[in-house]
């Protein structure tokens, strides 16, 4: 098992920065794909950015492009989001998502909320135009 806790959220004024973190715990021997997620009042839980196991491939939506920054510490065993030039429509409940390692996709990003086995709780961020 493991357990995802995220931290860092807040409110903010556009063009602020912001970086959250997601510390994991439990199994941390072999996690694999993890990934961060927004979901906003009354809309679905949406893919913000997402990165391979090993770090080496990553994905952003385009809505946050050249924006925000995905990474990991694999010796921490945290993941982190750094979020430049914050806009209102990034106001959401944050969240961070882990899978198990495969050795078929070990190098892959995954985009789905099915995807992801395990969840943090969320963090709020809010940004205020």
């Known amino acids: 098992q493991v357990q995802l806790v995220e931290s860092g959220g807040g409110l903010v004024q556009a063009g602020d920065s912001l970086g959250l973190a997601c510390v994991l715990s439990g199994r941390t021997d072999s996690p694999g794909a993890m990934g961060w997620f927004r979901q906003a009042p009354g809309k679905q839980r949406d893919i913000v950015a997402a990165?391979?196991?090993?770090?080496?491939?990553?994905f952003y939506a385009e809505s946050v492009k050249a924006r925000f920054t995905i990474s990991k510490d694999d010796d921490s065993h945290i993941l982190y989001l750094q979020m430049n030039d914050l806009k209102p429509e990034d106001t959401a409940v944050y969240y961070c998502a882990a899978r198990d390692r495969s050795s078929s996709n070990i190098h892959s990003y995954f985009l789905k909320v099915d995807d992801y086995a395990y969840w943090g709780q969320g963090t709020q961020v809010t940004v205020s135009s």
């Open positions: 990165v391979s196991a090993f770090g080496e491939t990553t």
